[in-house]
């Protein structure tokens, strides 16, 4: 709710107000893409080892204040604090491996030299682009802006932070803590709003994007930057599958299908929404999933549904599944109740219905029963999305995992590829492109520069107007002396 130019924060589940922040225009988004500029000059200059300092500062304050954030990031998205805690978790997690990181991975190397210009070295460097823009969504608001923030501020730039209109006061509470240990610039600012916002920070003059948020979002970000050549990092939607092999521990499946589908209410870009388990193993599945997500209460571990309106989506999703045959076996379409939705696990949900094709964000899980592993990946891989996923079972689960189209994919897990810094993190197709987290993720930030230097004379020179026709010929024939011959 906007009132006087302020944005007031709501909690989901009581209506309670967790915070106001004021709202930017275009004009205050500009001043502050501008003082982002002469920040970036001054980040930049104090290279790897002053920003390792700096982060690793930051890290620590986050660590020392881990309550605090988790009990506002509660009040503000409704989402249980033990939650809270770990999502700040995963966050400090990057901050520290790519504070720590950045150095091996953009600083300047030498490169072997070649054939052609064999008088010269090759050396590598990546540079920071210099103000970075982040555009985040709602649901991590910890982990979803400190995965890029971590690797951008790595690599050198100074960052303009959008976070959702839903969870501002959690980004203020990021941007405010940074600069307790920053005090000199305004290297991590944070500008508020509604998506007119995000628009202007597409077209203020950033020199890069990274956006999470909805697939729909993502293009409109994406179009908007193509007006200026703006490269992005898009974070997009999911369906993520979980596959569950004929010599799976279906106890511990069960368990991992139910935290994936229903942490976070659901509401988890990378949340499992759909299993697909083999024939012999399904019926114990379906009864271990109803059995364990039985167990879970709303208020408690599950949280209420953040933005109002994905309570319809939820609710379409489910009817749509049962008006096509599909079976609740747990919850249904009675367990939307405003603002919470209860675990609801579905089976016999054919393929073509929404519950299956399309993100749910909510705590709906679909069980399927398939032939084989085969037949598991052809259907898990019959969406445009492309994020993560998981694969419960042993000999076969990494050849299954490799053959699964997405970014990430957990064996013996679900999610867990989100807490490892150094794993890169990113989708296909409708779930996006570009990658945070991991040495991928750094150089999502950094621009390669490449330099030569003439380290002597030129034997066989073969760049300049000087050459000679028998200087030619020699590099011709040491061409077909190196690699001439068939391998
Ligand atoms: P939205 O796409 O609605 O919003 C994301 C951000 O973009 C918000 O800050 C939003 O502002 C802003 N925005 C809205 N319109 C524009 C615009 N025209 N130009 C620029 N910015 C704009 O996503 P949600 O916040 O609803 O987040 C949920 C979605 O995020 C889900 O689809 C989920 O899968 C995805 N997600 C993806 C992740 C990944 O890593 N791949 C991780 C987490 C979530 P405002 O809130 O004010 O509208």
């Excluded at 503000?76 to 400090?92: H, M």
């Excluded at 408690?300 to 319809?312: A, F, N, Y």
Aim: with cysteine.
């Amino acid at each position: 709710m906007i009132e006087d130019g302020w944005l007031i924060s709501t909690n989901p589940a009581t209506g309670e107000e967790a915070g106001r922040v004021p709202v930017a225009d275009e004009k205050a988004v500009l001043a502050a893409v501008e003082r982002a500029r002469e920040a970036a000059l001054w980040w930049q200059g104090l290279g790897f080892a002053g920003r390792r300092t700096r982060i690793l500062r930051w890290r620590s304050l986050i660590v020392q204040r881990i309550e605090e954030l988790a009990e506002l990031t509660h009040r503000e998205s409704g989402k249980p604090v033990t939650d809270g805690l770990i999502e700040a978790t995963a966050a400090v997690e990057h901050l520290d491996w790519a504070a720590r990181n950045a150095k091996r991975v953009l600083g300047p190397r030498r490169v072997r030299t070649r054939l052609l210009v064999a008088e010269h070295s090759g050396h590598l460097e990546y540079q920071p682009y210099g103000v970075v823009g982040v555009i985040g969504p709602w649901n991590y608001p910890i982990v979803t802006p400190v995965g890029p923030i971590s690797g951008a501020l790595a690599a050198g730039n100074a960052i303009v932070f959008k976070p959702s209109e839903y969870t501002p006061v959690v980004g203020q509470w990021l941007a405010d803590s940074f600069a307790e240990v920053v005090p000199e610039h305004p290297v991590l600012q944070v500008v508020h709003g509604l998506g007119d916002v995000g628009g202007a920070l597409c077209r203020s003059g950033v020199a890069k994007i990274s956006f999470t948020g909805s697939t729909a979002t993502a293009k409109k970000v994406m179009a908007a930057c193509a007006e200026n050549l703006v490269p992005v990092v898009l974070e997009a939607g999911g369906k993520d599958a979980l596959i569950v092999d004929a010599d799976a521990d279906v106890e511990a499946a069960a368990e991992a299908a139910v935290w994936g589908a229903m942490t976070n209410a659901g509401q988890t870009c990378i949340g499992i929404e759909r299993v697909y388990a083999v024939e012999p193993v399904y019926d114990r599945f379906v009864d271990a999933v109803v059995a364990k997500a039985g167990k879970l209460r709303t208020g408690e571990e599950i949280g209420p549904i953040t933005m109002p309106k994905q309570l319809d989506i939820i609710r379409d999703h489910i009817e749509d599944a049962l008006a096509k045959g599909g079976r609740a076996v747990l919850g249904g379409a009675e367990a939307v109740q405003a603002p919470y939705v209860s675990p609801t696990v579905l089976v016999d949900v054919p393929e073509d219905s929404s519950e299956i094709r399309e993100e749910t964000f909510g705590p709906t899980l679909t069980i399927t029963k398939v032939r084989d592993a085969d037949e598991a990946v052809t259907k898990a891989n019959d969406t445009p999305y492309g994020l993560g996923g998981a694969v419960f079972g042993k000999k076969n689960a990494i050849r299954i995992a490799r053959r699964l189209r997405s970014g990430m994919v957990a064996v013996n897990g679900t999610l867990t590829f989100v807490g490892m810094g150094n794993l890169p993190f990113g989708g296909v197709g409708e779930s996006g492109f570009g990658r945070i987290h991991g040495d991928d993720g750094l150089r999502e930030f950094a621009r390669a520069k490449a330099i030569t230097v003439r380290r002597g004379p030129s034997l066989l020179p073969a760049m300049t107007f000087e050459r000679t026709p028998a200087q030619v010929k020699q590099i011709v024939k040491a061409l077909r002396l190196l690699y001439g011959r068939k391998p």
